[in-house]
Nanobody, 120 residues
């Protein structure tokens, strides 16, 4: 089992920056990748960014590319999402999720989410 706890959300103005964290605990040696998703009110959950736990390669959704940066600290078992030039449309609950090495086709673990609100 892997437990995930997100933090760092808040209320900011358009153009501001925030850094989200996702701390993992438990069987962290089984992590294949950690991903960020977000869900805005009335919308489906959408992929934001992902990072491979070994090697650190990252991918991003087009909507956040060049504004968001995902990183990880393997020693702290923590993933980060640096969000710059925030827009009102970035308002959502942000979740982190883990794909396990035993089955990389699905997300085995999810955090509880952290709210990000961007005012115009």
């Amino acid at each position: 089992q892997v437990q995930l706890v997100e933090s760092g959300g808040g209320l900011v103005q358009a153009g501001d920056s925030l850094r989200l964290s996702c701390a993992a605990s438990g069987r962290t040696t089984s992590i294949y990748s950690m991903d960020w998703f977000r869900q805005a009110p009335g919308k489906e959950r959408e992929f934001v960014a992902a990072i491979r736990w070994s090697g650190g390669s990252a991918v991003y959704a087009d909507s956040v590319k060049d504004r968001f940066t995902v990183s990880r600290d393997n020693g702290k078992d923590t993933m980060y999402l640096q969000m710059n030039t925030l827009k009102p449309e970035d308002t959502a609950v942000y979740y982190c999720a883990v794909r396990d090495r035993s089955d990389t086709s699905r997300y085995a673990y999810w955090g509880q989410g952290t709210q990000v609100t961007v005012s115009s």
